[in-house]
C-alpha cells in the first residue's frame, strides 16, 4: 500500500504455491507499480526458511519495501520471530497489529497454528437440528434439515477443509459423498490446495472412522475414488478379510485403535484441518477426549416431532443424543480405554466466544473453544 492505495495484493492459493508475499509483489508489478518504499500488511510473519517456497522475507528485501505491518506471529519452531528480525536488521520498519485486527489475523490461521503447536489438525463439528432438537429425520422423509442456503455453505466448507470425517453409522444410514460441490449458481469454489479436484472445486480426504470395517464396497464413498481419496480409520481387531477388501477397492486403511493416534497421523501428513460431519457416537467420543476446537450448529425453524432415527431409537435423534450416543462399535476406542463414550462422564466443554447470523431461513452459531 502505497499513499493510503492499493498497488498489490494476493494469497497462499495452494501448497506448494507462491506464498501471500511473493503473490502480492507478483501483482503488483503486473498492475505497473514499483514496491520500493511501500507498506505490507501480511496475516502472518514472514517466512524466513527455504520450504516449498524461497523465503518471503528475502523478497520483501529485495523489493525495497519500507514497512511491513504483522497480523499474527508464526508460532513454528522453524520460523518464529525470524522474518521479522530479518526484515529489521535489513532496515525495514516492521509492526505488529494490535486489537482487533491481532484477533482477526490470529482466528483466520487457527489450523496452521495448531498444526504448527501441536502437529493435530483444528478440528471443527458441524451439526444441524430442529427447534425440538432433533439431528435425523424419520425414514422417508428429507434427510436435510438445514435449508439450502446452509448446505451451500457446508459444500464451501468442505471445500475449505484438508479431510472431512464420519462415523461408520452415518456412512451406513446416509451412503453420503463428503464431496465439495459447486454453490447453486454454478461457480465453483475458489481451488485451493494440493488435494485431489473434481473439476475446479477442492476436494477433502474423505474419512470414515470405521473400527470394523464395515464400509460397503459399493458405497459411494468406495466408488467415487476418482473424485477424491477415502481413508478408513479401523481397529486392532477388524477383519483381515474386510479390510484387504477395502484395500483392494483402493481406500486407504488406517490402523488405529484410538482418535488421538488417528489424529496424530492425520497431523504427520499435513492434515491442518479435520471437519466432523456425521456420527453422534463419533462426535461424542471427540467431545470425551477434548478434541473439538470450534462447533458450527445449524438450528432450522421447524419441528419434526418425535420421529425415530435411522437406528430406531428416538431419543438418539436428539442434540443431547448427538454428542452422547451409546453405540461404540461407531466409532474409535475413547480416551478412557474404549467403550461408550458416555462412560467417560460429563464432558461439558464452555465455548470461548460465539457468533450468530443468520443463513437464509436457519440460525448459524459458531462456537470456538480453543484459540492457537
Not at 67 to 74: K, L, T
Amino acid at each position: 500500500m502505497r499513499d493510503g492505495e492499493v498497488i498489490g495484493e494476493g494469497f497462499h492459493a495452494e501448497l506448494g504455491d507462491l506464498h501471500a508475499e511473493r503473490a502480492a509483489l507478483a501483482d503488483c508489478r503486473g498492475r505497473g507499480e514499483d514496491p520500493a518504499g511501500a507498506t505490507m500488511y501480511v496475516t502472518l510473519e514472514p517466512c524466513a526458511h527455504q520450504g516449498r517456497q524461497p523465503p518471503c522475507a528475502e523478497a520483501i528485501l529485495e523489493a525495497g519495501i519500507g514497512r511491513v505491518v504483522i497480523g499474527s506471529d508464526d508460532p513454528s519452531e522453524k520460523a518464529s520471530g525470524r522474518g521479522p528480525g530479518i526484515l529489521r536488521d535489513g532496515g525495514v520498519e516492521v509492526e505488529f497489529a494490535a486489537g482487533e485486527e491481532a484477533t482477526a489475523a490470529r482466528l483466520l490461521n487457527q489450523p496452521f497454528r495448531k498444526h504448527a503447536r501441536t502437529g493435530l489438525p483444528l478440528v471443527t463439528l458441524k451439526l444441524a437440528m430442529s427447534l425440538d432438537g432433533q439431528t435425523a429425520t424419520a425414514a422417508g422423509d428429507s434427510p436435510w434439515i438445514s435449508g439450502p442456503e446452509s448446505q451451500a455453505l457446508v459444500h464451501r466448507w468442505r471445500a475449505e477443509s484438508d479431510a472431512i470425517a464420519v462415523g461408520i453409522g452415518a456412512a451406513l444410514a446416509d451412503d453420503p459423498l463428503l464431496t465439495a460441490r459447486p454453490n447453486p449458481s454454478g461457480a465453483p469454489f475458489a481451488p485451493v490446495g494440493d488435494i485431489k479436484r473434481t473439476g475446479t472445486t477442492r476436494q477433502p480426504l474423505r474419512v470414515v472412522f470405521d473400527r470394523q470395517a464395515r464400509l460397503p464396497l459399493d458405497s459411494q464413498l468406495v466408488r467415487t475414488l476418482d473424485h477424491s481419496p477415502v481413508l478408513v480409520v479401523v481397529g486392532q481387531d477388524a477383519d483381515s478379510a474386510r479390510t484387504a477388501a477395502l484395500r483392494d477397492a483402493g481406500v486407504e486403511v488406517l490402523v488405529a485403535d484410538r482418535i488421538d493416534a488417528a489424529l496424530s497421523e492425520f497431523g504427520r501428513r499435513g492434515i491442518t484441518s479435520l471437519f466432523l460431519e456425521g456420527g453422534r457416537t463419533l462426535a461424542a467420543a471427540f467431545l470425551a477426549m477434548g478434541a473439538i476446537d470450534e462447533s458450527r450448529t445449524f438450528i432450522a425453524p421447524l419441528l419434526l416431532g418425535g420421529c425415530a432415527s435411522r437406528a430406531g431409537n428416538a431419543d438418539s435423534s436428539r442434540a443431547g443424543g448427538a454428542v452422547g450416543g451409546t453405540t461404540p462399535e461407531e466409532a474409535l476406542a475413547t480416551a478412557g480405554g474404549g467403550g461408550s463414550p458416555a462412560a467417560t462422564g460429563p464432558a461439558r466443554q464452555v465455548a470461548l466466544s460465539r457468533d450468530i447470523e443468520q443463513i437464509g431461513d436457519d440460525i448459524l452459531i459458531t462456537a470456538r473453544f480453543k484459540e492457537w
